[in-house]
């Protein structure tokens, strides 16, 4: 039987199936991702007048997103606008998921809270230059739905998720009728037919969806048992992880600073396996499915000198980043912003890397040919 609650969502507060219910889904097969644009807290959503099915609100400091259920999967939300006649928007026949994001897709808006003293990606999430964690904290919900439920991990081309504002009003985001009918996947609320809004922006879909086919995908599930002097955030760097990442697969843990010997810690699906003080290394498991590839920040060849380099990506300042530049074909100026991981993704598609944008060692390999 499909499961129809997320599991580490909360399903208690702001849960609206009993007094809003909506039509029931057989099968589902369209995701809706929105952003709300607001600075943080938890929307009122008119007591559930327009609730989506998820609402996540990301934790800067733990990185993790928290989630909060408001109508169960296979049940239609009130977050799209659905006019008469037309299409069916919330109430589809394949069935629809709609998630609202925290942070916003407006560069004015996150031009506005800057200047407020609200740090981009450090206070607020500006989705269109997400940072990783939060990405992958999405595709771990799309990878939930897609084993579930069967929803497919894909979407319009990349060029269909346009920057705000381009992407509102009657945009050449916007599906028509017949596509939307047809559509099975990941799509953007700025692309839904009978809606004018621009949310989420330019998000990286192929980013997104390249995290959450991995997690799709499966992974050995890594635990590690806790020995005399361990602490969380050691066990942490050790797999590569977030603190905020590995309590969000332990419910148990509610305080960082408080584990005890003989405590089993599982390990997020990203994680790598670690090697701990007091704790035996690990051993292949030739029938387990493989982890999936997180970019990883260990060094890579540098151009023509055969010496080491650190994965950069966006955010990143540097005599590193113009290498990069240079050999994307960008402008040289240092700062890893938007035109750069632009160049970077589609030097990696034409490699046949995966274009998330990352330089990491792989694509610092071909760099250096």
């Not at 327009?50 to 997103?65: F, K, R």
């Not at 839904?192 to 390249?210: C, F, Q, S, V, Y």
Request: proline share 11%; charged share 20%; glycine share 10%.
């Amino acid at each position: 039987m499909k499961a129809a609650l997320y599991p580490p969502a909360d399903h208690t507060t702001q849960w609206f199936a009993d007094t809003h219910p909506g039509t029931t889904f057989p099968t589902v097969q369209k995701v809706v991702l929105h952003s709300e644009e607001t600075l943080g807290g938890w929307p009122g959503y008119s007591g559930g007048a327009s609730a989506p099915n998820l609402s996540g609100l990301p934790d800067m400091q733990l990185q993790v997103i928290r989630w909060r259920q408001h109508f169960p999967v296979g049940m239609s939300a009130r977050a799209l606008v659905n006019a008469p006649g037309g299409v069916e928007t919330n109430r589809e026949d394949d069935g629809v998921v709609q998630i609202e994001l925290a942070g916003c897709c407006d560069p004015k808006l996150a031009a506005q809270w800057e200047r407020s003293g609200h740090r981009r990606n450090v206070d607020f999430i500006f989705w269109p230059e997400a940072p990783e964690w939060a990405l992958r904290e999405l595709a771990k919900l799309l990878a939930w739905l897609a084993r579930e439920w069967g929803v497919p991990l894909q979407a319009l081309p990349a060029h269909r998720w346009l920057p705000y504002p381009k992407s509102a009003g009657l945009s050449p985001a916007r599906m028509s009728f017949t596509e939307w009918r047809g559509f099975r996947g990941v799509a953007a609320h700025s692309q839904i037919p009978e809606n004018d809004h621009g949310d989420p922006g330019d998000l990286d879909i192929d980013a997104l969806l390249g995290f959450a086919r991995q997690y799709a995908a499966g992974a050995t599930t890594r635990t590690v048992i806790v020995r005399v002097g361990m602490t969380l955030s050691a066990i942490a760097a050790a797999a590569g992880v977030t603190v905020g990442a590995v309590m969000a697969v332990n419910p148990g843990i509610t305080d960082p600073n408080r584990i005890y010997e003989g405590q089993i810690v599982t390990l997020p699906p990203e994680a790598r396996d670690p090697v701990l003080p007091g704790q035996p290394a690990p051993r292949p498991n030739p029938q387990a499915a493989p982890p999936p590839v997180k970019p990883a920040p260990a060094p890579a060849p540098a151009p023509g000198k055969g010496r080491v380099r650190a994965t950069v990506s966006y955010g990143s300042r540097g005599p590193l980043v113009r290498i990069v530049q240079r050999a994307v074909g960008a402008t040289p100026d240092g700062v890893f912003g938007p035109k750069t991981r632009a160049a970077v993704k589609a030097f990696q598609r034409r490699h046949h890397l995966v274009p998330d944008g990352i330089v990491g060692p792989k694509t610092w390999a071909v760099i250096a040919q």
